[in-house]
């Protein structure tokens, strides 16, 4: 379902991703854990181009989201100025040279330029129409405090032609009903808990009908006893199917709801695996040491 390519991320001098490569698969609900400042929260905003990728691309179903990256892709690079050159020039292996020492320039002619247009035109979708399918849940939850929970709930679906005022509203009493908060439908987010936040926050994501929702530490702006009622709610999704990507520090829900656990560090994932290998019996020496400090 989503397919991160290779993917970095630089912010100045600072690479906080070193080219990772993940597959996200449908119905799949995979927990992202690790220290704080090791790129999980990057990497899950780069999946919906809410951080842009400085190198490397993300793909959802079939679609390229991302901007293509020549780098990945042999056929552009022989289109390339450069390439034309040291072939020219009498170099082997020209293609993998100018992999190898990042060796486009910013400018490489018509012909890469054209190439990577047309790439984009056959392969890509806009940002907007990507992330119809992929709902978002922030750790500060990232309501609009000057609207009701029902306007909050339906702006998005009404704004984007998705559904009309009536079903929209219809759908967010629904979702509601779900999670026991119907009689605050006129509630403004000031009057509400964090719990009660997150749990909006969430369902302003499914209003939408998205393919996949990525949660970006739902927990950690809560206080304890209102972590319980969020994480029950998205347990009710995990069992009903729905594709999840979690950035979490709570490694008990990591535990009992993913079907696999990524662990990064320094920009990269060092070990992934079914809960049981990562949490029981982690290989490499930095889970290890990480697993020792939090568990």
Same mark, same amino acid.
């Not at 379902?1 to 906080?16: A, D, E, R, W």
């Not at 170099?91 to 984009?120: P, W």
């Not at 709902?135 to 306007?151: A, P, S």
């Not at 347990?235 to 993913?258: D, N, P, Q, W, Y």
């Given at each position: !379902?989503?397919?991160?390519?290779?993917?970095?991320?630089?912010?100045?001098?600072?690479?906080?991703l070193?080219?990772?490569?993940?597959?996200?698969?449908?119905?799949?609900?995979?927990?992202?854990?690790?220290?704080?400042?090791?790129?999980?929260?990057?990497?899950?905003?780069?999946?919906?181009?809410?951080?842009?990728?400085?190198?490397?691309?993300?793909?959802?179903?079939?679609?390229?989201?991302?901007?293509?990256?020549?780098?990945?892709?042999?056929?552009?690079?022989k289109?390339?100025?450069?390439?034309?050159t040291?072939?020219?020039?009498?170099?082997?292996?020209?293609?993998?040279?100018?992999?190898? &020492?990042?060796?486009?320039?910013?400018? &490489?002619?018509?012909?890469?330029?054209?190439?990577?247009?047309?790439?984009?035109? &056959?392969h890509?979708?806009?940002?907007?129409?990507?992330?119809?399918?992929?709902?978002?849940?922030?750790?500060?939850?990232?309501?609009?405090?000057?609207?009701?929970?029902?306007?909050?709930l339906?702006?998005?679906?009404?704004?984007?032609?998705?559904?009309?005022? #009536? &079903?929209?509203?219809?759908?967010?009493?629904?979702?509601?009903?779900?999670?026991?908060?119907?009689?605050?439908?006129?509630?403004?987010?000031?009057k509400?808990?964090?719990?009660?936040?997150?749990?909006?926050?969430?369902?302003r994501?499914?209003? !939408?009908?998205?393919?996949?929702?990525?949660?970006?530490?739902?927990?950690?702006?809560?206080?304890?006893?209102?972590?319980?009622?969020?994480?029950?709610?998205?347990?009710?999704?995990?069992?009903?199917?729905?594709?999840?990507?979690?950035?979490?520090?709570? !490694?008990?829900?990591?535990?009992?709801?993913?079907?696999?656990?990524?662990?990064?560090? #320094?920009?990269?994932?060092?070990?992934?695996?079914?809960?049981? #290998?990562?949490?029981?019996?982690?290989?490499?020496?930095?889970?290890?040491?990480?697993?020792?400090?939090?568990?």
């Open positions: !379902m989503i397919s991160v390519k290779k993917v970095t991320k630089k912010f100045g001098k600072l690479t906080v070193r080219g990772v490569d993940c597959e996200i698969k449908k119905g799949e609900q995979v927990a992202i854990i690790g220290p704080s400042g090791s790129g999980k929260s990057t990497l899950l905003r780069c999946m919906n181009l809410l951080e842009i990728p400085s190198g490397g691309e993300v793909w959802l179903e079939e679609s390229l989201i991302s901007a293509p990256d020549p780098y990945l892709h042999p056929e552009i690079i289109e390339s100025s450069t390439y034309k040291l072939t020219k020039n009498g170099a082997e292996d020209a293609c993998e040279l100018i992999v190898n &020492e990042r060796k486009l320039k910013r400018y &490489e002619g018509l012909g890469f330029s054209g190439a990577l247009k047309s790439y984009t035109a &056959e890509g979708i806009g940002i907007n129409s990507a992330r119809q399918k992929m709902g978002m849940v922030f750790q500060h939850f990232n309501l609009f405090n000057n609207m009701t929970v029902i306007q909050n339906t702006l998005a679906p009404v704004q984007l032609k998705l559904k009309t005022k #009536e &079903e929209a509203e219809a759908k967010a009493m629904e979702l509601l009903r779900r999670i026991g908060l119907e009689d605050k439908r006129d509630e403004y987010p000031s509400l808990s964090g719990g009660q936040k997150q749990r909006v926050a969430i369902i994501a499914l209003a !939408m009908d998205p393919d996949v929702i990525l949660f970006d530490e739902p927990t950690s702006a809560l206080d304890p006893e209102m972590v319980g009622e969020v994480l029950d709610l998205m347990k009710s999704l995990a069992k009903e199917g729905m594709t999840m990507v979690i950035v979490t520090h709570e !490694m008990g829900f990591a535990r009992e709801v993913a079907d696999r656990v990524l662990f990064i560090d #320094e920009g990269v994932i060092k070990e992934e695996g079914p809960p049981s #290998e990562i949490f029981d019996n982690p290989k490499n020496p930095r889970l290890k040491d990480f697993l020792s400090k939090v568990l």
